[in-house]
C-alpha cells in the first residue's frame, strides 16, 4: 500500500463560519460506539518472550509471538502480552512488506479482539532499525480489533510506505489506544511515499491515550543524509487521516475520532494530516501538540471535504506559523473551538463553512518543555477549566476523570503540581485455575478511596462499577481494579486472571486437495482449491510450490491461484498446510506438471 502524500502547493481560501446541531448527532453516534467497545466475552490468551507457539496460550503456558496470537483470535478474545521486546521477520504473512504483526482476524460489534500489553509501554514491538516495513497491520479480515498499551518503533521502508499501524485494507470499527509510537521512517530516503505513525482509511477507528513522536525521515545533515528533493519537508505524520475512496474495501476513514493524544517533535509533515478525499463526523478532541515542523505551517493540515466535524479543546505548542493550515477543501459545519495556541495564530485562513469560536493565544504554561518532557499544565495555566465538556472524553490520557464540573484543554486533566497517588488495590486471591466457585476481595490502603473494577479485561474507569463487597469468579475471566480517591492520581491498575482447567487440543486437522488432481499438467495460471476441517475449527490453511508460500486463506472454501510462468518445465509440488486454533497442523501434498 502506498500513500498518497501531499505536495507543498496553496490553494484559493475563503472565509466565513456556520454551525448547525448536528455535530452533536455525531456526538451521540460516537458515543454509541464507544460503549459497543465495552463488552466482550471470549478466550483470555497470553504471550510472553518466554512462551511456546505449540502452546495452549494459557497464562501459565503462553505463545512465543503476538503473530501466532493473531492468527488463531476469534471474537472476544483478549490476548495479554506480557513485558518484553518482541522482533518478527515479517515475512510468510497475509500482508504485503515486511510488518511485525499481521491482523487477519477480528471481532464484531460488542465482540472485539483485543490486543493488549500486561503493563503500559512493557511489550515493545521492535521494527529493528528498519528491518520491518510496518508495525501492525490490518488485513480486510480484521476489523473490531483493540490495540491497546504497546511501545512500537524502529519501522521504516526507504522505497515505498511505512506504518506504526496500517489501518488500510481493514481495521474499521478499531480501537488504538495507549500506545507509545516513535521513531518511525527514521532513514534516508527519496521516497515519495509516507512514514506514518497511523494511517487511516476505513471509518469507525479511534485513536486514543497515545504518545506520537520523532516520526520520518532524516532531513539533510541528519545522520549523514543528503536527499535529492523536499519530501522531507511535507510526507510523513503522526496520524494520517484518507477520506479517498481506493476502491472496493477502502471506504475513506470517516468518523475517525482522535482525542486524548500527545504530539511532539513531528518535523518532517504534520501530526495529523487530514487529505485527500471527503471525510464525515471527524473529532480531533483534547490532545497535546507540542513543537514546529521548520519548514510547513501547522500542527494540523486539512486537506479534504470534511462535514460534522470537530478540532475541539486542543492545546497547540509553538506550531510553526499556525496550528492549523487549511490547505484545500469544502468543510460543512467544522467546529473549530476552544483551542489554545502558543506563539502562533490559529488557522492559516478560515474555510467557508467553519466556525471559530473561543480560543485563545497564550501560553499554557506546560510543565516541562525541554528533556524530560512533561506536557501537563501547570497550576495558573490558561487550559485549566477552559475547555467545553464532551461527554465522549469522559477521562484524560492517563484515565485520570474530567470530572470537576470543568474540562481542561489538551491531553491532562489537572495541572502539573505534584500530587501523591492512590496505593493500588490488592485481589485476593490473585488468580488462579477454578474449579469451583470462590470469592475475591479487593482492598487499597489509600483512606477513602472508591475501587473501580471490570471483570472483563478492559480498563476500569470512572464510570465502572465501586466495589463495596466480596464477589463469586465461578468461571475464566479477568479482574482489573483502581484506586480512586479525591486530590489524588489515580492508582496504578492491578489485574488477576482466572482460569478454568484447559483440556489440551491435540486433535490435528484434516486437509485433502479438491482441484486439480494429483499429476496435473498445468500451463501459466492454476487454482488450487482443499477442503480442511476441524474437532474446533481451522484457524488458515498455507499454500506452497515447491516449498515456499504463496498464499494463506483464513476461510472456507480454502483456495490459491499461481502463476507457473516463470516456472521451470517438470514436477511442482504443491502443499496445503492447514492449522487448527490450538495450532495443530496437517498437510497434504499433490504433483503438477509444467
Not at 27 to 47: D, E, H, M, P
Not at 299 to 304: D, E, Q, S, V, W
Request: proline letters at 5%; one cysteine or more.
Amino acid at each position: 500500500m502506498q500513500h498518497t502524500t501531499r505536495l507543498d502547493s496553496d490553494s484559493q481560501r475563503h472565509h466565513s463560519a456556520s454551525w448547525v446541531f448536528l455535530v452533536g448527532i455525531v456526538t451521540l453516534l460516537i458515543l454509541a460506539t464507544a460503549n459497543s467497545l465495552c463488552a466482550q466475552t471470549g478466550r483470555q490468551l497470553f504471550v510472553s518472550t518466554g512462551g511456546n507457539d505449540a502452546n495452549s496460550g494459557s497464562q501459565l503456558q503462553p505463545f512465543r509471538t503476538i503473530q501466532h496470537a493473531a492468527d488463531i483470535v476469534l471474537a472476544g478474545d483478549v490476548v495479554t502480552v506480557a513485558d518484553g521486546v518482541y522482533t518478527a521477520t515479517g515475512t510468510g504473512t497475509a500482508c504485503a512488506g515486511q510488518p511485525i504483526v499481521c491482523v487477519t482476524r477480528g471481532g464484531s460489534a460488542g465482540n472485539l479482539v483485543t490486543f493488549r500489553a500486561e503493563h503500559a509501554g512493557g511489550a515493545k514491538l521492535d521494527g529493528q532499525n528498519n528491518t520491518n516495513t510496518d508495525g501492525v497491520v490490518f488485513q480486510s479480515t480484521a476489523n473490531y480489533v483493540v490495540i491497546d498499551g504497546f511501545e512500537l518503533y524502529g519501522v521504516g521502508n526507504g522505497s515505498g510506505s511505512s506504518s506504526g499501524f496500517e489501518v488500510y485494507n481493514g481495521g474499521h470499527d478499531s480501537v488504538i489506544s495507549h500506545n507509545h509510537i516513535h521513531d518511525v521512517g527514521r532513514l534516508c530516503t527519496n521516497t515519495s511515499n509516507g512514514e506514518v505513525g497511523i494511517f487511516i482509511e476505513q471509518p469507525n477507528v479511534r485513536v486514543e491515550g497515545n504518545t506520537i513522536h520523532d516520526i520520518g525521515r532524516f532531513a539533510p545533515g541528519e545522520n549523514g543524509c543528503s536527499p535529492s528533493n523536499s519530501y522531507y519537508q511535507n510526507h510523513d505524520h503522526g496520524v494520517y487521516v484518507d477520506g479517498d475512496v481506493s476502491g472496493s474495501g477502502i471506504p475513506g476513514g470517516n468518523n475517525t475520532f482522535i482525542a486524548n493524544n500527545v504530539f511532539y517533535n513531528n518535523a518532517r509533515g504534520w501530526a495529523i494530516q487530514i487529505y485527500p478525499g471527503t471525510l464525515t463526523g471527524l473529532s480531533i478532541l483534547n490532545n497535546t501538540f507540542a513543537f514546529p515542523n521548520p519548514y510547513q505551517d501547522g500542527h494540523i493540515i486539512l486537506g479534504a471535504n470534511t462535514s460534522n466535524s470537530r478540532i475541539t479543546n486542543n492545546i497547540f505548542y509553538s506550531p510553526h506559523g499556525s496550528a492549523i493550515d487549511y490547505y484545500t477543501g469544502t468543510q460543512s459545519n467544522l467546529q473549530v473551538t476552544e483551542n489554545l495556541v502558543f506563539n502562533a495564530t490559529l488557522l492559516t485562513s478560515t474555510p467557508s463553512g467553519t466556525l471559530v469560536a473561543s480560543n485563545q493565544v497564550a501560553d499554557p504554561m506546560l510543565t516541562s518543555v525541554t528533556l524530560p518532557y512533561d506536557f501537563r499544565p501547570k497550576t495558573g495555566s490558561p487550559a485549566i477549566n477552559a475547555g467545553v465538556t464532551l461527554v465522549e472524553v469522559p477521562v484524560d490520557i492517563n484515565g485520570a476523570p474530567r470530572n470537576d464540573g470543568l474540562y481542561d484543554i489538551g491531553a491532562y486533566e489537572g495541572s502539573g503540581a505534584v500530587q501523591q497517588t492512590a496505593a493500588a488495590p490488592t485481589i485476593t486471591p490473585n488468580g488462579g485455575i477454578v474449579t469451583n466457585p470462590i470469592s475475591v476481595a479487593l482492598a487499597t490502603t489509600t483512606v477513602g478511596a472508591t475501587i473501580r473494577y471490570t471483570l472483563d479485561g478492559t480498563m476500569p474507569t470512572s464510570t465502572s462499577p465501586a466495589y463495596s463487597a466480596p464477589f463469586t469468579v465461578a468461571g475464566g475471566l479477568t479482574v482489573r481494579a483502581k484506586a480512586v480517591a479525591a486530590g489524588m492520581i489515580d492508582s496504578p491498575v492491578s489485574q488477576a486472571t482466572f482460569q478454568v482447567p484447559v483440556t489440551a487440543d491435540t486433535v490435528p486437522p484434516t486437509v485433502s486437495f479438491t482441484s486439480p488432481q494429483d499429476g496435473a499438467t498445468v500451463r501459466r495460471w492454476m487454482t488450487f482449491s482443499v477442503a480442511a476441517s476441524d474437532n474446533v475449527a481451522v484457524a488458515s490453511v498455507v499454500f506452497t510450490v515447491d516449498g515456499r508460500a504463496i498464499a494463506t486463506d483464513t476461510s472456507a472454501p480454502y483456495a490459491a491461484s499461481y502463476s507457473f510462468r516463470h516456472s521451470g518445465s517438470g514436477p511442482h509440488v504443491v502443499t496445503a498446510i492447514a492449522t487448527d486454533t490450538s495450532g495443530n497442523t496437517a498437510s497434504a501434498s499433490i504433483t503438477v506438471w509444467r
